[in-house]
């Protein structure tokens, strides 16, 4: 059974930074990663769940231009792990964070992905993330 585990949210003041972490099990991270992109997602309250970073099996990534700048998505294969790095944090970045494997490499090349599609494989429950001033 496929599970990715978030961690790493907490409350900060703005202008701190995060580092999210993704761990994956039950999926065999090399293999299964050939023909899709992993991603980080988000949900604020009373929002829609919208896409923050997308990353495919050999490193290319994109952003949500509200993080370009001051997120980095990054991943370590042989960990199995995903990660957000998250600086010069504000308000409007408080939510709660997901990640998400099997995202299509056409959702993932044209963008689409921020829209979050219907067909994303797999999620994990989330980790809060709480930016205040």
């Known amino acids: 059974q496929v599970r990715l585990v978030e961690s790493g949210g907490a409350s900060v003041l703005a202008g701190g930074s995060l580092r999210l972490s993704c761990a994956a099990s039950?999926?065999?991270?090399?293999?299964?990663?050939?023909?899709?992109?992993m991603g980080w997602f988000r949900q604020a309250p009373g929002k829609e769940r919208e896409g923050v970073a997308v990353i495919d099996k050999d490193g290319t990534t994109y952003y949500a231009d509200s993080v370009k700048g001051r997120f980095t998505i990054s991943q370590d294969i042989a960990l199995n792990t995903l990660y957000l790095q998250m600086n010069s944090l504000n308000a409007e970045d408080t939510a709660m964070y997901y990640c998400?494997?099997?995202?299509?490499?056409?959702?993932?090349?044209?963008?689409?992905?921020?829209?979050?599609?219907?067909?994303?494989?797999?999620w994990g429950r989330g980790t809060q993330v709480t930016v205040s001033s």
């Open positions: 039950g999926w065999t991270y090399s293999s299964s990663y050939v023909s899709s992109c």
């Open positions: 998400a494997a099997e995202i299509g490499l056409y959702d993932c090349y044209t963008g689409s992905w921020e829209a979050v599609p219907s067909d994303i494989g797999y």
